[in-house]
């Protein structure tokens, strides 16, 4: 059985990625814990991880918030992302083998083409770090891409739908 701060944990992430739960909307403890059927401990406890991977922020005497990102922290995440993502092509490129390279290839070329998804895309940088053989640097980048994620502003519209374009197609 999974524990109760991890199922709330799952629960609220989920509500975030899918847009349920808008940027700036407060996240009320004892709703979450009524709904999900559990006290306010594991929901305290799941959102202080979320504040943790920037997607939930505190304002004291105010309470808990969806984070809502401006365009220049998106910028700041994607530079950030960019030496990250260099780095763990750089390590994977020192250890690189055919079967590897074959599972490359194939998320490249759907990612690349005419009907290529934000999934498809993210499918392609996630396994360049899972297979780059440093764990910090595959942490690193999931939390940035978490957060990404989670921004949704007319001119950068991204989401965790695998349906939705890539940007610039």
Not at 50 to 70: A, D, I, Q
């Amino acid at each position: 059985m999974e524990p109760l701060g991890r199922s709330a944990y799952k629960a609220i992430k989920q509500r975030i990625l899918d847009r349920t739960l808008r940027p700036g909307e407060a996240l009320i403890e004892a709703k979450f814990a009524e709904e999900l059927g559990m006290s306010r401990t594991p929901v305290r406890d799941a959102l202080a991880r979320l504040r943790h991977e920037g997607l939930v922020t505190s304002v004291p005497n105010k309470g808990s918030f969806v984070e809502s990102l401006s365009s220049a922290d998106v910028a700041e995440i994607y530079e950030m992302r960019e030496v990250i993502e260099g780095l763990a092509a750089r390590l994977l490129a020192r250890r690189m083998r055919p079967e590897a390279e074959k599972t490359l290839t194939a998320l490249a070329e759907k990612a690349d083409g005419d009907a290529a998804t934000v999934k498809d895309d993210m499918a392609f940088h996630s396994a360049i770090v899972k297979m780059c053989g440093n764990r910090r640097v595959a942490e690193a980048a999931q939390l940035l891409a978490l957060n990404v994620l989670a921004y949704d502003e007319h001119i950068h519209r991204l989401t965790s739908n695998g349906n939705a374009p890539i940007l610039g197609r």
